[in-house]
């Protein structure tokens, strides 16, 4: 074989030729691969955040359920506002039956909510702190909604065991005319 001018030529041409090829072809290529890699994490990495965002979701019905079956408990321990006067019936014989005497009994300016209402009412008590400590203990183990939102305790100085109290004990109960609110929410 014989190297030549014309095969060295032709030898150059070729070269330019894988050259061009390369520039022109591989390299115009390889930015097209590149862009569509990048493309490709950039939503990858959007789908990731979409699961991430979303992961909650299947659990979303299942804590509303359980959120409605929480708001059903609280509604049916609130008593009708027709039942006011039972309530505190029940309380008043509460104090009676561990030997408090109740001084006074006043209402104060009830509040209304969308879902409720409240009561407050304003007691005076006097007898031994023990039947005291027992009352407060049936107010708590009562089947309806009740909160103590103050409460002062005097001893009275001539006798062993004997205090006054004057609390404000709130009842919570269902205003009239008003259904389960959250029983048509699915």
């Known amino acids: 074989m ?3 001018f014309r095969e060295l030529l032709f030898f150059v041409v070729m070269l330019g030729f894988l050259g061009s090829t390369y520039f022109f072809v591989f390299a ?6 590149e862009a569509l890699r990048l493309e490709i994490l950039h939503k990858q990495q959007a789908l990731a955040d979409l699961r991430q965002s979303t992961a909650g979701i299947d659990d979303l019905n299942k804590k509303i359920k359980d959120l409605q079956e929480a708001i059903a408990f609280f ?3 609130l008593p009708q506002e027709k039942e ?5 019936k029940e309380v008043s014989q509460m104090a009676e039956a561990n030997s408090l005497q109740t001084k006074t009994v006043r209402t104060l300016k009830q509040e209304r909510c969308s879902n ?3 009561q407050p ?3 005076s008590l006097n007898g031994n702190f023990n039947g005291f400590y027992l009352f407060l203990q049936q107010l708590e183990k009562l089947p309806r909604i009740t909160r103590i939102t103050s409460m002062s305790l005097q001893k009275i100085t001539d006798r062993d ?6 609390m404000t004990l709130s009842i919570f109960f269902e205003p009239e005319g ?3 609110a959250f029983a048509g929410v699915q």
């Open 2 to 4: 014989k190297f030549g």
């Open 28 to 33: 115009k290529a390889n930015q097209k691969r």
């Open 75 to 77: 509604e049916s321990k």
């Open 84 to 88: 006011f006067d039972k309530i505190l």
């Open 116 to 118: 409720y209402s409240e």
């Open 121 to 123: 009412i304003q007691m």
């Open 161 to 166: 065991g004997e205090m006054q109290a004057t």
């Open 178 to 180: 008003s259904g389960a």
